[in-house]
């Protein structure tokens, strides 16, 4: 009786100390549990920035590992993104005040200089989008500035005056002729912010020195640009061109299937099958290689046998570049050079070498409105080249602000083109010669103060899928 009594009292002693620890397990799994936030608190969609952000974000593993979820959201993602990164960036889509503005957004870009021949600072006009409210105030490429909101450029405004353009819906400025070296004031307009429609491409056939050469001028890579280059590439066959300079120099990227798509009709040799892009993310996106077929008909408008079907077979291209040539356009400069001799003309480029896609609150009911655009990949060709964070250098160096005036894009005497078409004609070489001979101008640029198309260039991001 006694040791049944005693087996009891043990019994029932391990049972007792089962249930603690099965209390204090519950305990602490309740303990560790994620508070469960408001929908819409800054604490709730912080939550889902983090949790995406550790499972796409390339350096997902440096997150920090304490973030002050209390902040904006736009100051969160800014508070975590990893120093190394320069382009991820966040936003509502349908809400201006969440998206950076840039020039253009009023349809035009410029650069502000120094004269040398005086102490005179101007802006110069790069850039005139169609449609958009620069052109509509009878502004174009070359044109001359000298006052923003009535106050004169210098040296030490130059900045302060480009951000007071972004910071606001409207502005005026103030331009101005040059002769003999003394600037005259001629007319003021008024922009304001408007909507900017897609940019047609400027195209060509030129003959020198026996050889048609055709000329390619586009502003971006959206979606269906590839599709609505066709006639152009089937143009460019009949005529049959010799050389092709496709010029890039203000293009600020898009999508890595119409980079591959124009790249089937230029390059010799192009198959389906041939490596194009090689994608290197986490340890949860690891590493793919695409096609140029693949990736070409990402975009559902592309017919990949329709592509080849205009390609040029050509042995080299000519690409005009300056540090607002980023993203895609990289990635066309890089990635052509496994299949042919790319010649690159110009300045450095902004140095894009990485992928993004766009990640959003999929569940139902929607919980959060922001869109993020992180970086995901890192970019190489089908050789393995990439690495190029710092920008790709030319072969042939060019800075079209130091010939002046700025002259319309194609245009034979445009420095870029002048110098693409030396180069094919055997008088400029990729060892860097001189160029003193091939360019003149009439008024020579000094140090350059503010450049606008950073920002645009700052924001183009290569777009690919997941």
Not at 175 to 199: H, M, P, S, Y
Not at 300 to 322: A, P
Not at 398 to 417: C, M, W
């Amino acid at each position: 009786m006694k040791k049944r009594s005693t087996h009891l009292k043990r019994m029932v002693y391990y049972c007792s100390r089962f249930i603690i620890l099965i209390v204090f397990i519950q305990s602490c799994k309740k303990d560790n549990k994620r508070p469960d936030y408001p929908a819409g608190s800054n604490e709730n969609i912080n939550t889902w920035i983090l949790d995406s952000l550790k499972r796409y974000y390339y350096w997902n593993e440096q997150l920090p590992s304490d973030p002050n979820i209390g902040l904006s959201p736009k100051d969160f993602f800014y508070s975590v993104r990893n120093a190394s990164d320069r382009f991820s960036y966040i936003n509502i889509s349908n809400d201006a005040s969440t998206i950076t503005p840039n020039n253009r957004n009023f349809g035009f870009d410029y650069v502000t200089v120094s004269d040398q021949n005086s102490t005179r600072v101007i802006g110069i006009i790069k850039l005139v989008l169609k449609d958009s409210p620069a052109s509509r105030a009878g502004l174009k490429r070359g044109d001359y500035i000298s006052k923003i909101n009535g106050k004169t450029l210098t040296s030490t405004n130059a900045q302060a005056l480009q951000d007071e353009i972004l910071s606001g819906d409207r502005f005026s400025l103030g331009l101005a002729e040059q002769n003999n070296n003394i600037w005259t004031d001629t007319r003021t307009v008024d922009l304001a912010k408007g909507v900017i429609l897609d940019q047609k491409e400027i195209s060509k056939v030129m003959e020198s020195d026996g050889k048609k050469i055709g000329y390619l001028y586009f502003l971006d890579f959206n979606g269906g640009l590839a599709s609505s280059l066709i006639p152009v590439f089937s143009n460019f066959k009949s005529e049959g061109i010799t050389d092709l300079i496709l010029d890039l120099r203000y293009n600020s990227g898009g999508q890595v299937a119409e980079a591959a798509a124009i790249c089937a009709m230029i390059a010799q040799n192009i198959t389906f099958d041939k490596a194009f892009i090689t994608y290197k993310g986490n340890k949860n996106g690891g590493t793919r290689t695409e096609s140029i077929g693949t990736a070409a008909t990402f975009d559902r408008t592309v017919n990949f046998n329709v592509l080849l079907q205009q390609n040029l077979g050509l042995s080299r291209v000519y690409i005009l570049s300056t540090a607002a040539t980023a993203s895609a356009s990289e990635v066309m400069i890089n990635n052509l050079k496994p299949y042919i001799q790319v010649i690159q003309i110009g300045e450095k480029t902004r140095g894009k070498d990485e992928a993004s896609f766009k990640i959003f609150d999929a569940r139902s009911p929607k919980q959060v409105n922001w869109e993020m655009h992180p970086i995901v990949y890192k970019l190489f060709n089908a050789q393995g080249a990439g690495n190029y964070s710092t920008g790709i250098p030319p072969d042939v160096l060019v800075n079209e602000i130091n010939t002046l005036p700025l002259l319309p894009f194609g245009d034979q005497a445009d420095p870029l083109v002048k110098a693409a078409m030396a180069t094919i004609n055997g008088k400029v070489t990729k060892t860097g010669v001189s160029l003193s001979a091939v360019l003149s101008g009439t008024f020579q640029a000094g140090n350059i103060l503010m450049d606008s198309s950073a920002g645009s260039a700052q924001q183009g991001i290569v777009i690919t899928h997941r």
